[in-house]
């Protein structure tokens, strides 16, 4: 991957860093990217609870109708973007917990501002 078939700049500049083993680049080309975009806003606009930001964590509380498209996604991300960690728990809500690690620190803004977070209908 090169910096120009990054999906965003955080990930262009993770290309250009090479200090971890596990690069913290997204594999997605730029219209995959916008077309997943679109599709976690949808996501967030119909079915996001809260949400509630940490330093490297995001916390997500989709309602439970949303179940099988956060489970897609979550598949869909954890492939293109490995560097990421997800923790999904299913009960009566769907909670997504979404990391960053330490190395990507300075991009933890920019990468959960991919999963809407501002959609929430409370931010806990």
């Known amino acids: 991957m090169t910096t120009q078939d990054a999906c965003c700049s955080s990930c262009a ?3 250009r ?16 990217f916008e077309d997943r975009l679109a599709g976690i806003r949808n996501l967030s606009y119909r079915h996001l609870l809260s949400s509630r930001r940490e330093p490297l964590a995001l916390h997500l509380t989709y309602a439970i109708a949303a179940r099988a498209e956060v489970e897609d ?24 917990s979404i990391t960053v690690p330490e190395n990507a620190a300075s991009t933890a803004d920019e990468l959960f501002a991919h999963f809407a977070p501002e959609l929430a209908r409370t931010t806990a």
């Open 13 to 15: 500049a993770s290309v």
């Open 17 to 32: 860093s090479h200090e971890t083993a596990l690069a913290v680049a997204c594999i997605l080309n730029s219209c995959d």
């Open 73 to 96: 996604i979550v598949a869909k991300e954890a492939e293109c973007c490995p560097f990421l960690g997800f923790d999904l728990e299913v009960g009566e809500i769907v909670q997504l």
